[in-house]
């Protein structure tokens, strides 16, 4: 099969660590009864939901980030481009792409579970990516609405155990989090249980071009593995935006006129 890499278009032999990880995502689209085509070109792309979704695996190794205009043509590689343009692509076709690194798959932390038992070796990015591919094949385990839930905020510590189990980029600190709690017993799921977080804070990058007026920043939005929360993000805007309408930031009291979200 072909891949390219910052020599182009060429063909490519799996690596074992290659192999081992085609298995494994195949054994959770098999294991979740989702229908796959494997394409046959391109090495590492699965087509899922009658080609309407992507699922790339990426070998990081042979797609490295182009630096040779800072550090010589001994660190070329891929355009930084390559793979949101590819997204575009895609997305123009009503197609969409769900990116996977060999790194993320490989990804450990420790975490410690709803019954307060402590996981070592947590593949959380994988774990968070399968979720998302559940959610997308209409697999996921627990389907609730927003209206079944309440809003609260919630301290950094308390969102810290979530985020670090159930947000692909784990946890980080943030000035507001809000979280989205059961109000009753549904869908196998128990009253009180945690399954949405959204917080906000300071804007690290686009503030340095608005330090008089700056952006407030969509930190970390995540839900519980296994579960979607529909009309969920919606729930917790709108909470924000109501109830939130200045937030302290560096000492300075700012008005919430510019949301950013990377």
């Known amino acids: 099969k072909a891949m390219l890499n910052k020599f182009g278009v060429v063909e490519y032999t799996p690596t074992d660590k290659d192999n081992q990880h085609i298995g494994e995502i195949i054994s959770f689209l098999e294991s979740r009864d989702i229908p ?12 899922l939901n009658e080609r309407t979704l992507q ?10 980030m182009d ?3 800072r550090f010589g043509t001994e660190r070329a590689g891929v355009e930084h481009n390559y793979f949101i343009d590819i997204s575009h692509k895609n997305a123009d076709q009503g197609i969409r792409t769900i990116w996977l690194f060999d790194f993320e798959m490989e990804q450990t932390n420790t975490i410690t579970d709803d019954n307060g038992t ?10 968070v990516t399968k979720n ?11 389907r609730i609405f927003a209206r079944d839930c309440t809003v609260k905020e919630i301290s950094n510590s308390d969102a810290r155990m979530f985020l670090n189990t159930n947000c692909f980029y784990g946890y980080r600190s943030a000035t507001t989090t809000l979280a989205l709690y059961l109000k009753k017993d549904k869908a196998g799921i128990k009253a009180g249980t945690l399954l949405m977080v959204y917080s906000f804070g300071h804007g690290f990058y686009a503030n340095k071009k608005h330090m008089e007026d700056p952006s407030i920043e969509i930190i970390r939005v ?3 593995i296994g579960c979607q929360v529909i009309g969920g993000m919606s729930k917790c805007l709108k909470h924000f935006l109501t109830e939130y309408p200045t937030m302290e930031i560096g000492g300075k009291e700012v008005e919430v006129n510019r949301l950013i979200f990377y």
């Open 36 to 47: 796959y085509e494997v394409d046959e070109n391109v090495f590492g792309v699965f087509h």
């Open 55 to 64: 699922l790339r695996y990426i070998n990081s190794f042979y797609y490295p």
């Open 67 to 69: 630096n040779s205009k």
């Open 118 to 127: 402590q996981i070592e070796n947590y593949h959380r990015q994988w774990e």
């Open 132 to 142: 998302t591919i559940c959610t997308a094949c209409g697999k996921i385990d627990h």
């Open 222 to 224: 995540s839900t519980k």
